[in-house]
């Protein structure tokens, strides 16, 4: 009897404690993507696809047609209804239809991908009518065109025609020699490394020659003996990697190189075919990256046709998109610069000859979705409405008048039909989770598709806002965003942790849902902390001399910018000033430790994941655009240089990497670490044997608990 009591006793214990004022308090399981019940935490979602002008909503179990005016659904097949044409073995399960495509307009055939399986299937006909296997499979493409199928195994490129007939195209693959992937590590817009023509016919692909490049000694603990796993790896200041193109065709079997030149120290990105598919238009860029071209080159023999741009900057120039001829007109293409400050769209004609700039002002063209052919417009989202927003524009080709196709609001992302004369829009606002309208891109006439519930109601949620401050210049507006602790009291003084990116090409406020905030500062929001994050001068899609003014001294600029946030933050009085402290992830984590050191009597408490110490031990591309060589530029590596600073360490830092981090290698931390022990200075340290950049799966939630308990410990 007294056990059974004490048992109530202790769940009612329980029940209170995870409760605040009747409200549910949320656990690392909601809130982290690796937690069990994130899935159920996160707002409900529709999965779309276009199969010509019909809109179909693919599901686990089924895939239906959408009427676009009413969005009433229809059902085209089911899960049950394909899987007996699908499945082979009882391992190539078609365990789901969320990947199902539509690439034949008109035609009642869907693309599936199971484990091991591309295929395609004539779900009216009930037929098979395609298989390519994707078994051990390092990178893949298929081309709807030719119905050919791309893949790499063990570094060589392979390619299976309509018929099921494999071509080895290449066989000298290996870890020196990487084929048909993407290369200069992910840099300048490169996602993948096979392009197919626009006939399916011929395939353009790149071969990398890192023979050269230092191997970086990973190692792999998990064997009963460790075993060494090296990395190719150019640090900055170091020999890079020798790029070149090749263009494989699949009639003739033949392969050819574009003759480019010497590859040494040359960058070559975003490939694109002309319609006809007879030339390839390539931006080049030196090593410096700051003279930039898009040159031509004959698909046929390789040889160079022409020059037909050409960027330069005192800083650097940086190619992210290729070109994108019209569909109705051969003869002239869009290509996105930032030469005028902004990246904009500009109309050339095949020949190189600027006809016209298409989008202008202070504001950045964030993404191209296409176009609207019978309107001859390009579809755009800019940051034209605020620096935080992303907004769906048409934008005339004939006179360059832009009209605007959402509600003006929040963060949307549009997906187009084959004619672009419809979308979907998927949105959210500050206080909207999610909604799914489909819009007119002719009449801009949108219809509410879908609208997600707020999946926290019933939990106790703590006050979001967003405001702006100037930064250490005194006149440019920086975005920050603001969490308040549960139950938040004015009266009361809060602890107070910043979180801190900061780097190039990202940003952490935007105007979505809680201002798109982090679960983890909800957590600590739940805990009692108050959370504060700002993007400093440096952080994306603000311009280019928002962004350049980091240039040649990562984390000066950007240390000034967020201590104007904590001469903000100590002006306000429920901010404890004498508990703040700052977490960040990799440039986060040099950012983190570099405010901890120049800054030692400001933050007591930091955590440092996965941080850059010195960036003449960072990759080539990245780390040479925003700081030149260590050879060329001495005194700015030494400024940014974490090493020299282990001294001037006071506060509470817990350094975090993954032991087999490829991105931010190891190297960085051990050697920080050499320097504390060397100053007598006390960091703590914590590694993910096995992880890499950033922790997976589970070991995520180990991760924030783990970020979490050290404020809890030190700040608290």
């Avoid at 490394?193 to 016919?201: I, K």
């Avoid at 890192?210 to 790896?233: E, G, L």
């Avoid at 998109?321 to 004609?349: A, C, E, R």
């Avoid at 899609?541 to 990562?554: H, K, M, P, S, Y």
């Amino acid at each position: 009897m007294k056990t059974n009591h004490l048992t109530v006793i202790l769940l009612l214990l329980l029940m209170h404690a995870m409760t605040t004022n009747g409200q549910k308090l949320f656990t690392l399981e909601d809130l982290n993507y690796g937690g069990n019940n994130y899935r159920h935490m996160t707002p409900e979602n529709r999965y779309l696809t276009w199969w010509g002008e019909e809109l179909v909503r693919t599901e686990a179990d089924y895939c239906a047609v959408v009427d676009k005016k009413t969005g009433v659904e229809t059902v085209l097949f089911t899960l049950a209804d394909i899987t007996p044409l699908t499945q082979s073995n009882e391992h190539n399960q078609m365990r789901h239809l969320f990947n199902a495509e539509f690439p034949y307009p008109g035609e009642t055939i869907v693309q599936l991908i199971n484990g091991q399986e591309l295929m395609l299937v004539d779900w009216k006909k009930k037929q098979l009518l395609l298989k390519h296997d994707r078994d051990n499979v390092e990178a893949e493409e298929f081309c709807p065109q030719s119905k050919a199928f791309a893949f790499v195994r063990k570094n060589n490129l392979y390619v299976t025609d309509s018929n099921g007939n494999t071509t080895q195209v290449t066989t000298d693959g290996s870890r020196d020699i990487v084929y048909a992937q993407s290369v200069h590590r992910d840099e300048f817009g490169i996602r993948k490394g096979t392009f197919w023509s626009p006939d399916g016919q011929r395939l353009a692909f790149y071969r990398m020659d890192q023979s050269m490049v230092t191997d970086y000694p990973q190692v792999d603990i998990f064997p009963r003996i460790a075993a060494c796993q090296p990395d190719k790896y150019p640090m900055a200041g170091e020999t890079s990697h020798k790029v070149t193109v090749g263009i494989y065709d699949i009639t003739t079997h033949n392969t050819i190189y574009l003759k480019a030149g010497d590859p040494t120290d040359r960058y070559f990105t975003n490939i694109a075919w002309t319609p006809d598919g007879k030339d390839i238009l390539m931006f080049e860029l030196n090593r410096d990256q700051n003279d930039c071209r898009l040159v031509r080159y004959d698909a046929l023999t390789g040889e160079k046709t022409g020059e037909l741009y050409r960027e330069t900057s005192t800083k650097y120039v940086e190619p992210l998109h290729p070109v994108v001829f019209l569909p109705w007109d051969d003869t002239k293409f869009i290509m996105q610069s930032q030469k005028d400050g902004y990246n904009h769209l500009y109309l050339f004609s095949a020949d190189g000859k600027e006809l016209r700039q298409l989008t202008k002002g202070p504001f950045v063209v964030i993404d191209m979705l296409g176009f609207n052919r019978k309107d001859k417009s390009v579809i755009v989202i800019t940051n034209e409405s605020s620096p935080i927003q992303n907004n769906i524009y048409a934008v005339s080709i004939a006179n360059a008048k832009r009209k605007r196709l959402d509600n003006g609001r929040g963060v949307h992302y549009g997906v187009l039909s084959a004619s672009g004369q419809w979308a979907y829009d998927k949105y959210t606002e500050p206080d909207v989770p999610r909604n799914i309208e489909i819009t007119n891109t002719s009449t801009a006439k949108r219809k509410t598709y879908f609208s997600a519930e707020d999946p926290w109601k019933g939990y106790a949620v703590p006050e979001y806002s967003c405001g702006t401050i100037k930064a250490a210049d005194g006149t440019t507006d920086l975005y920050y965003r603001m969490v308040k602790p549960v139950g938040f009291d004015p009266t009361k003084k809060y602890p107070t942790v910043v979180y801190v990116y900061g780097g190039p090409h990202a940003h952490n406020v935007e105007a979505s849902w809680h201002y798109w905030s982090r679960s983890w500062e909800t957590y600590m929001a739940q805990k009692g902390y108050l959370l504060f994050i700002l993007d400093n001068r440096g952080s994306e899609n603000r311009g280019r001399d928002f962004e350049q003014a980091t240039f040649r001294q990562l984390g000066q600029v950007e240390m000034l910018d967020q201590m104007k946030g904590v001469e903000f933050l100590k002006s306000l009085p429920y901010v404890d000033s004498d508990r703040l402290g700052i977490h960040g992830w990799s440039f986060g984590g040099f950012m983190t430790i570099s405010l901890m050191t120049n800054y030692p009597e400001v933050f007591k408490v930091g955590v440092a994941g996965g941080p850059v110490i010195d960036w003449k031990w960072y990759e080539v591309m990245y780390g040479e655009r925003y700081m030149d060589t260590p050879q060329t530029n001495p005194e700015g590596y030494a400024k940014s240089s974490l090493l020299s600073k282990a001294k001037d360490l006071k506060g509470k830092l817990q350094i975090i990497t993954g032991y087999n981090d490829a991105t931010v290698v190891p190297q960085h931390c051990l050697s920080f670490i050499a320097e504390c022990i060397k100053a007598g200075t006390q960091p703590d340290f914590f590694v993910y044997p096995g992880e890499p950049h950033n922790m997976r799966g589970h070991q995520s939630v180990h991760l924030h608990e783990r970020i979490t308990q050290y404020f809890e410990d030190y700040l608290k």
